[in-house]
């Protein structure tokens, strides 16, 4: 029978019986990073692209990641396999270890805290994709590295808790000088005249594993994408929006602040982005359920 599986620091046991000290620095500073990967139909989506981010992440907090790549994408297949889901979400952290608490970084010698757990990729009701959902928009209050996955996501929280309390789905954050930025666990996009605009894949952002792979969609597909900051003005008066995430993959929005996108309508460049990206998945996971 398939179940909630973890890996814990090397050892497989039922996700509910897994226990990190209180002194782990990723519950006491949000010392650590994160990445979460789905797997279709047994096969993961973009393995490596996730685990060289997580890579890119670790080392942007000054972070030693134990172990290769490929040593990994080992423990991730082993750990999906045995969970026996076939559409499992993998979510995996790495934080500094446990030590006394302390600002400072603990003595090279303390292990880090490594763990990855698979559970069902969450499914969305049926008729939110072909409906759309709505954003609320929000200032981005987060730091200077949002190029890096790392657990502190208090601010993406509550944006996205205030967004949810306005009876929106996801919140769309924007910077002080009005450039938008991305929503609080996905990246936002708008289409301006059949071209696909999308923020720059600067610190500002995280640069998505899907975001990459809808850019290469778009560019089989033949549609303009522009790496471009756009204002909040512009945005809200776009022709479509829609965002995007591994869980979501093309999310359309319909609505942003209780008003209308567009036609207020799904849009032809979105759905078109949407089955593309799609195929693209089924393609790399073989008969994955479309
Ligand atoms: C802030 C933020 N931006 C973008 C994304 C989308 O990233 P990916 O497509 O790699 O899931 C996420 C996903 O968690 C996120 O948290």
Redesign the pocket.
């Known amino acids: 029978m398939a179940q909630d599986l973890l890996w814990l620091n090397g050892d497989i046991m039922p996700l509910e019986e897994g226990r990190v000290n209180v002194q782990d620095r990723g519950l006491l500073f949000s010392d650590g990073i994160y990445e979460?990967i789905n797997f279709y139909n047994g096969k993961p989506f973009t393995l490596r692209e996730?685990l060289e981010?997580w890579e890119k992440s670790a080392s942007g907090i000054l972070l030693d990641s134990p172990g290769t790549i490929e040593e990994r994408m080992q423990v991730l297949m082993d750990l999906a396999g045995k969970s026996g889901y076939r559409n499992a979400s993998v979510y995996g952290q790495l934080t500094r270890g446990t030590a006394p608490r302390n600002h400072l970084f603990p003595s090279n010698d303390t292990p880090p805290t490594e763990f990855w757990f698979a559970r069902p990729t969450p499914e969305f009701t049926s008729g939110v994709k072909e409906k759309g959902v709505s954003l609320a928009t929000h200032p981005d209050e987060r730091w200077e590295h949002?190029e890096f996955?790392t657990i502190s996501l208090l601010p993406?929280c509550l944006a996205k808790e205030r967004a949810k309390r306005q009876g929106a789905f996801e919140a769309l954050q924007y910077l002080k000088n009005d450039i938008v930025t991305?929503?609080?666990?996905?990246?936002a996009w708008c289409v301006r005249d059949g071209v696909v605009f999308t923020h720059p894949a600067t610190h500002r952002?995280?640069n998505?594993?899907?975001?990459m792979a809808i850019i290469d969609v778009a560019y089989a597909l033949g549609i303009e994408v522009r790496e471009e900051a756009v204002s909040l003005r512009e945005f809200l008066a776009s022709d479509e929006v829609f965002i995007?995430?591994?869980?979501m993959e093309v999310m359309p929005v319909t609505a942003i602040d209780n008003k209308p996108v567009g036609s207020g309508r799904v849009g032809s460049v979105t759905t078109k982005l949407m089955k593309g990206l799609r195929e693209r998945i089924v393609a790399d996971c073989e008969a994955a359920a479309v």
């Open positions: 979460v996730h981010r949002c996955k993406n991305e929503c609080s666990a996905s990246n952002i995280l998505g594993i899907t975001r995007s995430s591994t869980t």
